[in-house]
């Protein structure tokens, strides 16, 4: 099998590489020592059990979502045989406790697998964001602040709709990244259950099936792999599908969430939606006639849409603005209200 090819390695990034180098690429990259003078980070180069000290010093006491599994999935948190199911349970607890039983596993393979994921920073551990900041890079108006703690577990490959860079505080990891593209050959699980809210690949990426998944070949010569150590980073675009792995005993990542695009903007994961509703279920002459009209108007792949017009007319079809957008949602609402009524 060929060897993954590993992601664009930076050094010494500030806001001004980020923006104008980094980000212009549309492509994963590594950020060397981001975050390696976090006071976390060398709390977590101590031991664990420091980081976790240091960790409740900032928890506000309220449970949180965690996952919990056997130790045989080793590590894997994924769907059931009959892909109705998880092979993992859902529970609320208090971080504090949950820190406790990580550093009391260390050293017992048969230990259960479990992580706290995309945990609010705000709204659990208040304050720790003012001692640890890597948000230097980010100009978003709105960035989501998120903790994940665990040992070693294995989340499948999925996408985000927004940018990412996760930044690790203790541990190893390993991203593995693919363009938005590949999707066809990710072999996508069923949408309407997911482990987490994103659709995510069935191919277990650390030991791939070719003979059920065959296309996964095509997807894996474009693959680009991040090895992460404590104090790195990793910016991850949105879109990209990511297969992240937490290698140690002990693992503690902080990721920033956001969209280069003001708030008033909608979630392209509506259109689908709405698309389901509208578009899918047509005959195939159909769709494509809505596929030009969508690649025109929406997708301007050749040239700006409706150019030949005055500016003044062009309504709707112009630059988006709070007032385009709040008529908009009115007239879907309006749409929608009448068909359910």
Same mark, same amino acid.
Request: net charge negative; aromatic share 12%; no cysteine.
């Given at each position: 099998m060929r060897q993954p090819e590993p992601a664009a390695q930076w050094q010494d990034v500030d806001a001004e590489l980020f923006e104008t180098t980094i980000k212009p690429r549309g492509r994963p990259a590594v950020l060397h020592g981001l975050v390696r003078d976090w006071p976390?980070?060398?709390?977590g180069r101590t031991s664990p059990q420091v980081l976790s000290a240091y960790l409740k010093t900032f928890y506000s006491g309220h449970p949180a979502p965690s996952f919990e599994a056997p130790a045989a999935i080793q590590g894997r948190f994924f769907y059931n045989?009959?892909? /109705?199911?998880? %092979?993992?349970e859902s529970k609320r607890g208090l971080l504090d406790e949950m820190l406790d039983r990580l550093c009391g596993w260390i050293g017992n393979r048969s230990a259960p697998a479990l992580y706290a994921g995309s945990v609010s920073l705000?709204?659990?551990?208040?304050?720790?964001? /003012?001692?640890? %900041?890597?948000?230097?890079?980010?100009?978003?108006?709105?960035?989501?602040?998120?903790?994940?703690i665990g040992n070693r577990t294995c989340i499948a490959a999925h996408f985000d709709n927004t940018e990412n860079l996760a930044c690790v505080v203790a541990g190893r990891r390993r991203f593995t990244m693919f363009p938005p593209d590949q999707i066809r050959n990710l072999y996508v699980g069923p949408l309407d259950l997911t482990p987490a809210g994103q659709p995510v690949s069935l191919v277990d990426m650390r030991h791939p099936d070719l003979k059920r998944f065959p296309r996964f070949a095509e997807a894996l010569k474009v693959v680009e792999v991040a090895e992460l150590g404590p104090g790195d980073a990793v910016y991850v675009p949105a879109l990209w599908w990511h297969h992240v792995e937490a290698l140690d005993e002990f693992n503690v990542l902080v990721n920033y969430w956001w969209r280069d695009i003001p708030d008033y903007f909608d979630s392209p994961s509506s259109s689908l939606l709405h698309c389901l509703l509208t578009i899918k279920s047509l005959p195939i002459e159909q769709r494509r006639r809505w596929r030009a009209l969508f690649d025109y108007l929406i997708f301007q792949s050749e040239e700006p849409a409706l150019e030949h017009l005055p500016l003044e007319v062009q309504g709707l079809f112009r630059q988006l603005t709070p007032g385009k957008a709040e008529r908009i949602r009115a007239m879907l609402l309006k749409q929608l209200s009448r068909k359910t009524s």
């Open positions: 976390a980070t060398n709390a045989d009959s892909l /109705d199911g998880f %092979n993992f705000p709204l659990y551990r208040p304050g720790f964001s /003012d001692a640890n %900041n890597a948000l230097r890079l980010v100009s978003a108006e709105s960035v989501l602040e998120s903790i994940w």
